[in-house]
């Protein structure tokens, strides 16, 4: 890349110093703060403590002396739970395992039925880490029932299942990240912690979009990759709720039990069981000042010189996804109050939230799904083009047939099929592509879509299917090296973790979406908002811009774009 392109990303992707902005925003008048932009001085970056354990650190081949799950009875409320699950920490410590390294869950399942978002939302903003994620689908558990407190994990024998809807997340038993990109030694060092006995124990995060490009600030929290353990979870189900805490430690990691229990019981001081429901009323963040990156005039000429690359004679590029970053200065925004607005219209998306320490909140409503594993079946999508719902069925139904139609959506979307069919085929004993082209209706846009699965050879291909599907050409273009090469060249902002995976891994499931439909939200300070778009032959710098409207439509209907009161003697003045 050019230096002058170094340059730009590096000035564009200032966006987190919280406190300096906080004091700009109270000394500031109203027309000064309109006129800021979101480009702040770079933060410093807070080591996590000793408290925490990067498991990225240990021998990855080297399995834990434990993987245990605990369940206690049911308790009638939250409150209940909780001292509940106090007094088994209690118990746990007064009661060490005699192994070196090892992670217990400890779990108690609550009859009513609470919402995890809610949940988290009654919990202070400054516990962090924090994780937030609820399925396109919700997925089915296998229920541990070992009442006298006394279970090893293994589901019960009546193999009654309970439906999981989501998941939050407080505080990290043990977390992984690295400034290198996402490795198979990586993997291995996460499951390492899982076990296929212990379904409920699950390492939650996401991988950046191009691991080798410089980190900005904004996103240097999050490191190449960032998972977590959390240590308090909380988990809603269809007719009932559980909270869990649990335990991980290995003294080769310098993380020796009675450190990890120190640290599990300093968090769980900090648990509310106080839960407030959500409102249907979400208070809208006035926008003080936004900007896009690159704003229309820019955007029509990357438009222009990708159009060019294509139609080159003998340039193998087919097709190259663009994004935007838009900037919205604002002094009042909370990333999980716009998560919850998010999740009230998307029953068919995955909502997620994650938060590593001292750093902004990554926040999405992504209907599409990279893949989801259970044991060695896996399954994958393809989602290109996009149009708007119709404001009437009539008008729905005839945007819809229109993208079936329209020849240029139909060779965009098969680029995106047979890439990822020929992806999986390359670690799958058998595939199957069913639907072949049909309309995924959402509740703002609708797309075009196609269901992929197959059968995995071995349980170490789950990084094979990771590294290979990742990144589409939905969210990079085809071929991949080509278009990758060519967004580093024309983008001058750091995509982060937006439309890399985001999800989980498991004993024996795995589930990750891809990371569109996605914002940086820093509580109280604003929001980087991002969207992407296909660009091929027959693309038009305008409608692909109105693309982009579209796709942030669902945060900026958040908020409320006006200019702020000018104190009266302002207005005399001018």
Not at 92 to 115: A, C, M, T, Y
Not at 301 to 322: F, G, H, T
Request: some cysteine.
């Amino acid at each position: 890349m050019a230096a002058a392109g170094i340059v730009s990303k590096c000035c564009t992707g200032r966006f987190m110093d919280m406190e300096s902005m906080r004091c700009s925003f109270s000394s500031s008048s109203p027309t000064a703060i309109a006129k800021q932009s979101l480009s702040f001085s770079n933060h410093k970056y807070q080591e996590l403590s000793s408290l925490s354990m990067n498991g990225c650190g240990g021998d990855p081949r080297a399995p834990l002396g434990t993987i245990e799950t605990r369940t206690f009875p049911v308790a009638p409320t939250p409150a209940s739970a909780a001292d509940r699950l106090n007094s088994a920490i209690f118990d746990l410590k007064d009661n060490p395992p005699p192994f070196d390294s090892g992670i217990i869950r400890l779990q108690v399942p609550i009859q009513q039925h609470i919402e995890a978002l809610d949940w988290l939302s009654s919990q202070t903003q400054n516990l962090l880490p924090r994780c937030y994620f609820s399925g396109r689908d919700s997925s089915f558990v296998p229920r541990i029932d070992h009442p006298n407190g006394n279970g090893n994990g293994h589901a019960s024998s009546h193999h009654q299942q309970d439906k999981l809807i989501s998941v939050a997340g407080l505080g990290s038993a043990v977390f992984f990240r690295d400034l290198n990109p996402f490795s198979l030694d990586d993997w291995r060092s996460i499951r390492r912690f899982l076990s296929k006995r212990c379904p409920l124990i699950r390492a939650y995060g996401a991988i950046r979009f191009d691991a080798r490009a410089d980190i900005a600030p904004e996103w240097r929290g999050f490191g190449s990759f960032y998972f977590m353990v959390p240590q308090v979870e909380f988990n809603e189900f269809e007719g009932s709720s559980m909270i869990s805490a649990t335990v991980a430690w290995d003294n080769r990691l310098s993380m020796t039990y009675e450190e990890a229990m120190a640290a599990l019981e300093a968090t769980m001081w900090k648990i509310s069981s106080d839960i407030r429901g959500s409102t249907d009323n979400a208070h809208r963040a006035v926008v003080l000042h936004q900007a896009h990156v690159p704003d229309q005039p820019s955007w029509h000429s990357s438009i222009k010189q990708a159009l060019d690359l294509i139609r080159r004679k003998n340039s193998p590029l087919v097709k190259v996804v663009l994004a935007r970053s838009s900037r919205m200065a604002t002094v009042e925004i909370d990333p999980l109050e716009w998560l919850g607005c998010l999740q009230a219209e998307g029953d068919k998306a995955y909502q997620f939230c994650l938060q590593p320490s001292d750093s902004p909140a990554f926040i999405g409503n992504t209907p599409e799904r990279l893949f989801y594993r259970n044991w060695l079946k896996v399954s994958s999508e393809a989602l290109a083009a996009t149009r708007a719902r119709g404001a009437t069925e009539s008008l729905d139904l005839q945007i819809g047939n229109d993208l079936l139609s329209s020849p240029k959506d139909d060779h965009e979307f098969s680029v995106v099929r047979e890439t990822v069919r020929t992806k999986l085929e390359a670690v799958c004993s058998s595939t199957l592509v069913e639907p072949y082209k049909a309309l995924r209706k959402l509740p703002r846009v609708q797309h075009l879509y196609s269901q992929l699965t197959g059968t995995l050879r071995k349980e170490d291909d789950e990084f094979k299917i990771l590294s290979c599907l990742h990144p589409t050409p939905a969210v990079c273009g085809y071929p991949m090296e080509e278009a990758r090469t060519l967004i580093s060249e024309i983008e001058t902002f750091d995509r982060g973790m937006y439309a890399g995976p985001v999800g989980w891994f498991g004993g024996a499931e795995s589930e990750f979406a891809v990371g569109i439909r996605s914002a940086l939200v820093g509580k109280g300070v604003g929001a980087l908002l991002y969207a992407g778009t296909g660009i091929v032959e027959g693309s038009d710098p305008a409608l692909e811009w109105k693309e982009l409207e579209l796709k942030t439509s669902q945060f900026t209907k958040l908020m409320k774009f006006e200019a702020p009161r000018l104190p009266m003697m302002e207005r005399i003045e001018q």
